[in-house]
């Protein structure tokens, strides 16, 4: 695996186990820094991925609307 591999693998396998995945891991506070950090901020990156332009549209229409 990687060097402080450990300190990874139990949240991901949290994440797994629980079915929660990536978004929960990336919506969860981590103290800083340390070598599980590296999960958050691939989960945050997982994320961004998922904001097309068209789902940023509907987000920016939804958030105009309820101002």
Do not use: C
Not at 27 to 56: C, F, G, W
Request: a positive charge; glycine letters at 6%; hydrophobic letters at 40%.
């Amino acid at each position: 695996m990687a060097a402080h591999a450990g300190d990874m693998m139990s949240e991901v396998t949290l994440a797994m186990t629980s079915r929660t995945g990536l978004g929960a891991i990336g919506s969860t506070i981590h103290p800083y820094p340390t070598q599980s950090e590296v999960m958050k901020k691939a989960a945050d990156a997982y994320n961004r991925v998922r904001l097309t332009p068209r789902v940023k549209k509907l987000f920016a229409w939804w958030l105009e609307r309820s101002r």
